[in-house]
């Protein structure tokens, strides 16, 4: 069975940094674009950065230059690397990709930030 497992989450202090990881495992043939989505309290599950195949990234507005999404393909393994951590960047993290064709997602981590 195909399963994406999330690491790296927990308390924060504003302006501290975390790194999400995200490893693919089981029997994979092919790993497509991945990504991050977060879901805080009482809100919508949105989009926070996203990566290609080729390296090609993108980010929501509220993270642009403070969060970095890379993968290891090696490894079926994408990260988030988030600096300068803000009370508002608090939620559930959840990282998604398509895997042998089929979209998966992760159980999801907690990022809590706060003084």
């Known amino acids: 069975q195909v399963q994406l497992v999330e690491s790296g989450g927990g308390l924060v202090q504003p302006g501290g940094s975390l790194r999400l990881s995200c490893a693919a495992s089981g029997i994979i043939f092919s790993i497509g674009d991945m990504a991050w989505y977060r879901q805080a309290p009482g809100k919508q599950r949105e989009l926070v950065a996203l990566?290609?195949?080729?390296?090609?990234?993108s980010f929501t507005e509220s993270v642009k230059d403070r969060f970095t999404i890379s993968r290891d393909n090696a490894k079926n393994t994408v990260y988030l690397q988030m600096n300068n951590l803000k009370p508002e960047d608090t939620a559930v993290y959840y990282c998604n990709a398509k895997i042998n064709s089929l979209l998966k997602w992760g159980q999801g981590t907690q990022v809590t930030v706060s003084s």
């Open positions: 990566i290609t195949t080729t390296g090609r990234t």
